[in-house]
């Protein structure tokens, strides 16, 4: 449509009526200072929607619980719905979500194991002994195994772990300050190299091995994976090299089964021993990317991994992938390798459908 002198003339809409645009989306807006507290705490870090369940453990070391408000402040940094953040928050335990109007928990968290062996180490008395006689800052929980079966009964007071604990152990590191967390005595990276470790990384990065040859060492060693099925590690490399790239590699870190705490023995021992096999592994199979999935009541492993995964990277042992260190939050379900997968993916540890497999 045309004016008479010829001019485009400007048509409204016969149902936009007077009304104005909104300058803010439709809703409750987030709060000015949790935005900015937000911020603060993400510092440079991406807001990737895989680092959801990473920025919530943030939210949750400083607060020492997640507020509405926070929540609602980091959905919006990271452009995701507020249900969809709530959703992923509210299924882990390790998240204390506290909704609007609601009172946040006592500043420190004393988890008192129940499983199998603290059961038959008398830990309903110490849970009778703990409740209320701690002070008002400390709320006493329950809590399923926490990988230190050989030290029945355990306690964490807030990260620190209190083996073969009573109450006058318990009570003690209260009173005394000590909840955090004790980084286990391991043999460091220097050490382990002096020990003739990563020799054999440094031949492989250097073109010595061929990759088929090394799966032919691991099928006729029959190495299998301790995890439930046996399945022979060589074979499972050989299959993983048939898929297309790009390939990513998943450790499974988060044993959570009653009495099963090998993983951890190891890695508060020789961290290096492991990653220098999880660095051939992802060469052989030419995995672009490394994901180490740990659960999170092994907060001393997880100081260790991250200050000696540095010295790796110095060191340029990573050159041909890179190695990222998730934390689990508590849900035992993500042992089950798919729901891993998801948790590391930012979302609910809920396993997959199958087919396809992973």
């Not at 949750?60 to 990271?78: F, N, T, V």
């Not at 961290?271 to 030419?286: D, N, R, S």
């Amino acid at each position: 449509m045309t004016t008479p002198t010829g001019e485009v003339a400007k048509v409204r809409h016969p149902g936009a009526g007077k009304r104005k645009m909104r300058p803010t989306a439709k809703g409750r807006q987030p709060d000015p200072a949790a935005l900015r507290e937000i911020a603060e705490l993400l510092g440079d870090r991406p807001r990737r929607r895989d680092l959801l369940i990473e920025h919530l453990h943030l939210i949750q070391d400083r607060y020492h619980h997640i507020s509405a408000r926070h929540l609602q402040a980091l959905a919006e940094m990271m452009r995701i719905p507020m249900a969809e953040a709530f959703e992923v928050a509210t299924f882990y335990h390790h998240f204390d979500v506290v909704k609007e109007g609601e009172a946040p928990p006592a500043p420190i968290t004393v988890r008192v194991c129940e499983s199998l062996s603290c059961e038959m180490a008398g830990v309903e008395a110490l849970i009778e002994a703990l409740d209320g006689k701690l002070g008002p800052d400390v709320r006493v929980v329950r809590a399923p195994c926490m990988g230190r079966c050989e030290c029945a009964p355990v306690v964490k007071a807030g990260l620190n772990d209190i083996n073969n604990a009573t109450f006058e152990n318990v009570s003690g590191a209260i009173e005394a300050g000590e909840i955090e967390t004790q980084v286990p005595d391991y043999q460091d990276f220097d050490a382990y190299k002096a020990d003739g470790g990563y020799a054999l990384l440094a031949d492989v990065l250097a073109g010595k091995h061929e990759r088929e040859a090394l799966i032919e060492t691991m099928e006729s060693s029959n190495l299998r994976g301790l995890g439930g099925a046996g399945f022979p590690a060589g074979r499972k490399w050989k299959f993983v090299r048939m898929e297309t790239q790009p390939r990513v590699m998943a450790v499974n870190g988060d044993e959570g089964e009653v009495g099963t705490f090998k993983d951890r023995f190891y890695l508060e021992r020789k961290p290096h021993q492991f990653i220098e096999g999880m660095l051939i592994a992802a060469w052989v199979v030419e995995a672009t990317d490394v994901y180490i999935y740990l659960r999170d009541e092994y907060p001393g492993v997880r100081h260790a991994l991250e200050t000696e995964l540095q010295k790796v990277r110095d060191a340029g042992f990573d050159s041909t992938t890179t190695i990222h260190l998730r934390r689990g939050a508590g849900a035992y379900i993500c042992g089950e390798e798919s729901a891993m997968i998801e948790s590391i993916e930012g979302k609910r540890g809920l396993p997959r459908h199958r087919p396809p497999f992973v």
